[in-house]
């Protein structure tokens, strides 16, 4: 039998029973249908949680504190600290698979001054190179920060941009938005108390970046000032040979450890295993991925079962196209019968069948 006369006696017959494929193929519908959207169900949550932990972070990034939590056995929270210093950071620097690494200090203690007018914000010292590395935004002009742009710029987030300084005049509190294009703004660390036979020691700041607003608005970088890891140990060493001796001592010794380590893996996919790398070093660290694991699991698990349940239904779908060619064939034993006298063979009449239940499969 010629494949043009295969294709016209099968869609021919598919026709003449308009009724039983259009319900067959219906069935196919359903099934395919099923299966398809149970498993973009799971695909869709899996994609779901990424995006919700991506908002406020990445999850290529690692943070290593100097201060850690856990809670213990009897359900009590207990602290542990590990040193970060330089060496540590020159370790974690030589690991696979890690592209960018700065040391990370909060400090909350540095005042801004315009004038009579006092301002607070938290100053994040970092080094400027790996700005963009962690995805920050970058500035108003499109532009991103470096250590050669930032020896003596200080980068203002979008919401810190904002925030208000104080005056108190013996009476009441007054209030005033800084215009960091006019105003002067001026640093002054207040950690220590103040050496009377000194010079209170100020940054004069030269120059503001503007950092564009993140996507959320409610971000780190959002709320944060950023100022270069070499520039603020410049300041504040000149800053700690203005205090007492103790305070000094004290003061030049933070400048050799870190708050924390923050490092930017090359791939989602390599976080565990530098992770692991970073403990067998003695740190103990956490990443959004950790987060996002058994949310993960979760949705696969759910998947699994939903894709479960759409084969089923696919698994009837078939077993209606099978029933519908089995019927087909006790209903036309006569014309099977004419067309072998015909001439055709077994695997003609097989394939005309096989033809027709393809068809319907494809339709459907």
Known sequence: MRIFDLIRMGLR???RRKARTLLTVIGVIIGTVSIVVMISVGIGMNESFEASVMENGSMTIINVSSENWEENEDGQWTSTTQKLDEEALEKIRAIEHVKGVTPIINNWSMGLFS???????????????CYEDFGYPALEDGTYPNKETSKDTVYFGAQAQQNEFYYWDGRRSKTK???????????????????????????????IGKIAQSPSGY???DWSIFMDIDM????????????KIDDRKKALASL?????IMI??????????????????????????????????????????????GAVAMLVSAINIANTMIMSIYERTKEIGIMKV????????????LFEAGIIGLIG
């Open 232 to 243: 603020y140990k410049e300041h504040y060493t000149k800053y700690a040979n203005t205090l």
């Open 177 to 207: 938005t800084i215009d960091f294009d006019r105003d002067k703004v001026e640093i002054k660390f207040q950690e220590y108390q103040i050496n009377p036979r000194k010079k209170e020691y100020t940054i004069k700041l030269k120059n």
């Open 13 to 15: 017959n598919l026709t």
């Open 256 to 260: 050799e450890k870190y708050e924390r």
């Open 219 to 221: 971000s780190e970088a």
């Open 115 to 129: 004038g009579k007018y006092q301002g607070w914000g938290n100053f994040m010292i970092m080094d400027m190179d």
């Open 342 to 353: 015909l001439g055709c063979k077994v695997g003609d009449v097989r394939k005309l069948f």
């Open 264 to 309: 930017n893996v090359d791939n989602m996919n390599y976080v565990s295993d530098v992770q692991d790398e970073i403990e067998k070093m003695g740190y103990k660290s956490t990443s959004d991925m950790q987060y996002i694991e058994p949310m993960k699991e979760t949705a696969e698990m759910l998947e699994l079962v939903l894709g479960a349940i």
